[in-house]
Antibody
Framework: QVQLQESGPGLVKPSQTLSLTCTVSGGSISSGSYYWSWIRQPAGKGLEWIGRIYTSGSTNYNPSLKSRVTISVDTSKNQFSLKLSSVTAADTAVYYC?????????????????WGQGTTVTVSS | EIVLTQSPGTLSLSPGERATLSCRAS???????LAWYQQKPGQAPRLLIYGASSRATGIPDRFSGSGSGTDFTLTISRLEPEDFAVYYCQQYGSSPPRTFGQGTKLEIK
């Protein structure tokens, strides 16, 4: 069973770039059996999908964040990463990485069946 | 963008009772790519249902999902104490973004 672990700074200054990494263990990020996603949740609020990446490097982003978001994958480290530029206090949230099961033969997506425990990022000077 | 509206916002029930949670989409969800998640305080969400009606691995059979098109339901047949949490639906079949509903809080009456 794949396991995910987020890491990165817990405090980011306004206007700077938020950078987080998700380390995949128990499986290969290159297996082709998953899409790799980022989701965030402000305190006391609901979930917001940020974007996803496939092992091919193909990405999809939330249009509301697209101009500021970059998701990338490092197969040599079995990691994928999130960069969010020009952050403001509105970007303060718990950030989760998650995997979406995918069957390439059936072209069928499963839900986000594995999540990291989440990491809190605060944007403040 | 598909907007998901969950109802009710809060549901107050007692253990042993049946819970019915609704998720309505602003447009049809393709291939019934609708998932349900459970989230407890301080924890990451947990996948319960995918494909509108398929239980994820390890999910008890008291959880069931149904629906298609724009109307979906999560049913918990007999509530256990550990079921009281916040539940989110998510559509993942259309072009991004993969939107979530705003959540239903299931609380002990």
């Amino acid at each position: 069973q794949v396991q995910l672990q987020e890491s990165g700074p817990g405090l980011v200054k306004p206007s700077q770039t938020l950078s987080l990494t998700c380390t995949v263990s128990g499986g290969s990020i290159s297996s082709g059996s998953y899409y790799w996603s980022w989701i965030r949740q402000p305190a006391g609020k609901g979930l917001e999908w940020i974007g996803r990446i496939y092992t091919s490097g193909s990405t999809n982003y939330n249009p509301s964040l697209k101009s500021r978001v970059t998701i990338s994958v490092d197969t040599s480290k079995n990691q994928f990463s999130l960069k969010l530029s020009s952050v403001t206090a509105a970007d303060t949230a718990v950030y989760y990485c998650a995997s979406v099961g995918y069957d390439g033969v059936l072209d069928y997506y499963y839900g986000m069946d594995v999540w990291g425990q989440g990491t809190t990022v605060t944007v403040s000077s | 963008e598909i907007v998901l509206t969950q109802s009710p916002g809060t549901l107050s029930l007692s253990p042993g009772e049946r819970a019915t949670l609704s998720c309505r989409a602003s447009q049809s969800v393709s291939s019934s790519y609708l998932a349900w998640y459970q989230q407890k305080p301080g924890q990451a969400p947990r996948l319960l249902i995918y494909g509108a009606s398929s239980r994820a691995t390890g999910i008890p059979d008291r959880f069931s999902g149904s629906g298609s098109g724009t109307d979906f339901t999560l049913t918990i047949s007999r509530l256990e104490p550990e079921d009281f949490a916040v539940y989110y639906c998510q559509q993942y079949g259309s072009s991004p973004p993969r939107t979530f509903g705003q959540g239903t809080k299931l609380e002990i009456k």
